[in-house]
């Protein structure tokens, strides 16, 4: 009996933190490709200036979420510096090609 509570408990759990999803105006940053590893939300109209201030985020991105009306723009330096790049609202990248594990700032912003 106790494993199947914990079997649904856990099923539920999941679904819950994977159905993102369709919420509006939001980036996530993931450390892992294919949207795997610990996630990042940045709120509509919001920066990080330096992802060095945050323990275990600076050159750690690895893929990204955008959700919403948002583009978010990445950069390879801190204070928004360095090689750019933005994707646009409603688009994902599984994998982040030579910005993987590059950026160190980023903007999201939202119509």
């Not at 990042?40 to 893929?63: H, L, P, Q, Y």
């Not at 978010?72 to 994998?95: C, Q, T």
């Amino acid at each position: 009996m106790f494993k199947k509570t914990a079997t649904v408990l856990l099923i539920t759990t999941l679904s819950v933190t994977s159905a993102h999803a369709g919420w509006a105006d939001q980036c996530f940053l993931y450390t892992k490709n294919d949207y795997r590893g610990a996630t990042f939300t940045m709120s509509e109209n919001t920066a990080v200036a330096d992802f060095g201030a945050r323990k275990g985020w600076n050159d750690e991105i690895s893929s990204v979420d955008v959700d919403g009306t948002c583009t978010l723009s990445v950069y390879f330096d801190s204070h928004y510096r360095g090689a750019m790049w933005r994707i646009g609202n409603n688009e994902k990248a599984p994998s982040l090609g030579m910005f993987n594990d590059e950026i160190s700032s980023a903007k999201c912003e939202c119509r």
